[in-house]
């Protein structure tokens, strides 16, 4: 009787009826009469495999039944009380790993919940492991919304798996001899199901990733360690080389995401991940996703380098200094050809701009092991010496503010550069190299090279350097409000990147909410010298007017505030340059 009102209703379904099935379960219903032929009225048994086709089929999904194993256990060990099985299909629908209580076992062959049952959807039917092989969608196929007659008690609920480059690879399914009437009642074994599927995708993809940073993602701080939602592999330039299945959301026009940039779609990239290791409190690592929401990000670092990666993850290091400025860009082009010779370089720039971060990415750009970092100031003959002899082998000598450096001092530098030509002297300077006291024969040693670093107020990605900064700040995302972000602009900075962050960081801890307004902002450090925004070693104070207008688009208010004079003093030195704006 039951049997004839489900032959019926399918018969409805065909004909384009609406009898409360969902639409999922409509769907299938239609592809097993017009596509299987199949016919409701037959009850066939479940379809088993033979042994060597089940050899087969366990040989190709061996990784997979790796990655899933100790996952699928816990699972079962968290529903076993409550008689449900769990079944772990290949690509393909044959069971290739199943969990079930021993009790049932004559039960459970009956049903074909067994090892080497084949579950597509084109043999046995409507059933959870053949609509969700078809729809690539986690599906509930609850008691009669079974195709066949002969699996109408069970009730089953599936999720696929995804391997890393996005392809469908199994299904994981949990079912129910005999279950409750409402559908609703598998719900938890729903979000059990998927749960379960997404962690046999991580534990794959991190299995595959040695050598290759992961990004795990979170949408809040608390998972982020213990079970994120998603996933990325990234090669040294940040493209995806793979990816969990809830990875796609980020990319959310589709299309293909294998060897798509990550930066296109986060606020993050390669040269960032450092930042989102495990060192750092989970809620600072916050990441812009480019709908304007946040994530938390949780980088994994590669075990070993992949040799092939290594030139352009270099590369990255000092490309993660600039957001386009282009006197910026060109230096950074220089220091990327000069990082893996052995020319000694001298750095120079206002305080703050940047000159050390700059030596460190050269150093990682080049091909010394060794960095030792010594601040000239008070630097001891001695001190010198004892921090040099415990680099052996190659190494990057970084000496900051060179002008500090004392005669006695310099002389041991003289001495120490002759006897280690292993070491590299990467100097760094706040005065015009043409300014710095030194012996001329010591000064040529290290000035091999000089690269100047620009200023703050002459570089055209404040805007880059403040949201970059910012992304490091707590777990709501701190954003600027207008004003906040006009007068942040508009300043001089004569304590360059220095400044600016720490400038930010006193207006993320005072203001209340999620936006830094106008009154958060510190005031200006050292703005009322008017124009003697001089930059060090330089005689003219407007030097570097023209540069300012254009790293201020022209706006006169905002290049006024930069120098620390009014609107209409700009305006007059401008028009005694000649200076024009672009065309
Ligand atoms: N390109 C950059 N992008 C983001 N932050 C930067 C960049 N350059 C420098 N910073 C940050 O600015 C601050 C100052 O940098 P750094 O110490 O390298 O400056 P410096 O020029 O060597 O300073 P000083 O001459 O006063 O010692 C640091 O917190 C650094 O992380």
Not at 115 to 131: D, F, Q, R
């Amino acid at each position: 009787m039951q049997n004839a009102r489900h032959v019926e209703e399918i018969g409805q379904v065909l004909e384009g009826g609406q009898t409360g099935r969902d639409s999922v379960v409509s769907a299938s219903w239609r592809r097993c009469v017009e596509l299987y032929g199949m016919d409701p009225m037959r009850s066939d048994p479940a379809h088993i495999v033979t042994e060597t086709e089940l050899r087969d089929h366990r040989k190709q999904a061996e990784w997979l039944i790796a990655a899933a194993r100790s996952g699928l256990q816990s699972l079962f060990r968290q529903v076993a009380g409550q008689n449900y099985v769990l079944l772990l299909a290949d690509a393909k629908g044959v069971c290739v790993d199943f969990f079930g209580d021993e009790l049932f076992t004559e039960d459970l062959r009956r049903s074909g919940l067994y090892l080497g049952s084949n579950w597509s959807e084109n043999l046995a039917g409507t059933c959870g492991v053949g609509a969700c092989i078809v729809t690539e969608e986690p599906v509930t196929v609850h008691q009669d919304d079974h195709f066949g007659n002969a699996h109408v008690a069970l009730s089953c609920t599936a999720a696929p798996i995804f391997d890393s480059l996005g392809q469908l690879a199994a299904v994981l399914d949990i079912s129910l001899l005999r279950s409750p009437a409402p559908k609703t009642s598998q719900s938890l074994a729903m979000s059990l199901v998927t749960a379960a599927a997404r962690r046999v995708e991580m534990a794959n993809l991190m299995a595959e990733s040695p050598r290759d940073w992961v990004l795990r993602l979170s949408s809040s701080p608390e998972f982020l360690d213990v079970d994120p939602e998603a996933a990325v592999r990234l090669d040294g330039a940040g493209r995806v080389l793979g990816y969990t299945r809830a990875a796609r959301r980020l990319f959310p026009e589709g299309g293909t995401i294998l060897g798509r940039r990550i930066d296109e779609v986060l606020g993050v990239g390669v040269d960032d991940l450092p930042d989102l290791m495990r060192d750092r409190p989970t809620e600072e690592r916050v990441i812009e996703t480019r709908d304007g929401g946040a994530l938390f990000g949780h980088a994994i670092a590669p075990k070993a380098p992949r040799q092939t990666h290594q030139k352009m993850r270099q590369g990255g290091a000092l490309a993660g200094l600039t957001g386009g400025d282009p006197a910026m860009a060109r230096l950074l082009d220089q220091a990327e050809r000069l990082a893996p010779g052995s020319v000694p370089l001298l750095i120079s720039g206002e305080t703050g701009t940047g000159k050390a971060r700059l030596a460190r990415a050269i150093h990682m750009s080049g091909k010394a092991a060794g960095f030792l970092s010594l601040d000239c100031a008070g630097l001891s003959a001695g001190a010198l010496e004892e921090a040099c002899a415990a680099a052996s082998g190659p190494a990057t000598l970084l000496l900051r503010r060179i002008e500090d450096l004392s005669p006695g001092t310099a002389t041991a530098l003289s001495g120490l550069l002759d006897r280690r030509p292993d070491l590299r002297p990467v100097s760094t300077s706040c005065l015009d190299p043409a300014r710095i006291a030194l012996p001329r024969p010591l000064f040529h040693r290290l000035a091999g090279c000089v690269l100047s670093v620009p200023p703050l107020r002459l570089r055209r990605d404040m805007d880059w350097l403040i949201s970059r900064h910012l992304r490091r700040h707590g777990a709501d995302t701190i954003r600027l409000s207008p004003a906040a972000r006009a007068e942040l602009l508009g300043r001089s900075w004569p304590g360059n990147i220095r400044e600016l962050e720490q400038a930010l960081d006193v207006a993320a801890a005072l203001c209340v909410g999620p936006v830094i307004d106008l009154p958060d902002l510190p005031g200006p450090v050292g703005s009322d010298a008017g124009a003697g925004q001089t930059p060090p070693g330089s005689v003219d104070p407007w030097e570097g007017l023209e540069q300012v207008l254009a790293a201020c688009e022209w706006n006169m208010a905002r290049a006024a505030r930069r120098f620390g004079v009014n609107r209409s003093t700009i305006l007059r030195r401008i028009r005694a340059s000649g200076l024009q704006p672009p065309g």
